[in-house]
């Protein structure tokens, strides 16, 4: 059975600081791993991908990936109170697999 | 931009009908997924389809029925509908699941509040 784990929070943080997201997984095959955004009542929408060890970056956003520790964080820069939503750690395994597994998110409230 | 679309934002019905939820994406992916969310378990796979009239079981198909005749469309068939299926319906699609950074990715549609009475 694959799991993903995540916090489920909520993480609070003041504005204008760094928010540190955090989700492991169990299955070692793990390739593509996904960061998605849901705010109240919406729908999951892609933040960040990120398939190879090390950082990412993108704008406020820096994906961190480490396999050998089965791993993935997601930080948040400068935090906005727009930045408070769900956060959903999504990951897929190799060869062809078609089915992510996602975690149960972890909730962010950026407080002014 | 990728658009995923469902039938119905909110949708009201009585124990035992039967529900059809209607989701479309307009850029020729190949996956279509449905998935129920609930509070405090997460998003949960109920059937997902790799090409037209091809379907596999999520983890949870119980009491759910799927059809894809069209590529682009994919439909959630509640045989009869119970107060316990009263969740949220999200829809998905992927390009497919070969990897890269565009082709695993879920665009959801924006879900379908269902209420069983």
């Known amino acids: 059975q694959k799991e993903v784990e995540q916090n489920s929070g909520p993480l609070s943080v003041p504005e204008g600081a760094i928010a540190s997201l955090n989700c492991t997984y169990s299955?070692?095959?793990?390739?593509?791993f996904f960061w998605y955004r849901q705010y109240s009542g919406k729908s999951p929408e892609l933040i960040m991908s990120i398939y190879s060890n090390g950082d990412k970056e993108d704008g406020r956003f820096t994906a961190q990936l480490n396999k050998a520790s089965q791993y993935v964080s997601l930080l948040i820069r400068d935090s906005q109170p727009s930045d408070s939503a769900t956060y959903l750690c999504?990951?897929?395994?190799?060869?062809?697999?078609?089915?992510?597994?996602f975690g149960r998110g972890t909730s962010l409230i950026v407080h002014p | 931009d990728v658009k995923v679309t469902q039938s119905s934002r909110y949708l009201v019905k009585r124990t035992g009908e039967k529900v059809f939820l209607e989701c479309v994406q307009d850029m020729d992916h190949e996956n279509m997924f449905w998935y129920r969310q609930d509070p405090g378990l997460g998003l949960r796979l109920i059937y997902f389809s790799y090409d037209v009239k091809m379907k596999e079981k999520g983890d949870i198909p119980e009491g759910y029925s799927v059809s894809r005749e069209k590529k682009e469309r994919f439909s959630l068939i509640l045989e009869s509908a119970s107060t316990n299926q009263t969740s949220m319906y999200l829809c998905a699609s992927t390009m497919d699941g070969h990897g890269g950074a565009m082709a695993d990715t879920q665009y959801f549609g924006p879900g379908t509040r269902l209420t069983v009475l």
């Open positions: 299955d070692r095959g793990s390739q593509s």
């Open positions: 999504a990951v897929l395994a190799s060869g062809g697999s078609y089915i992510p597994t």
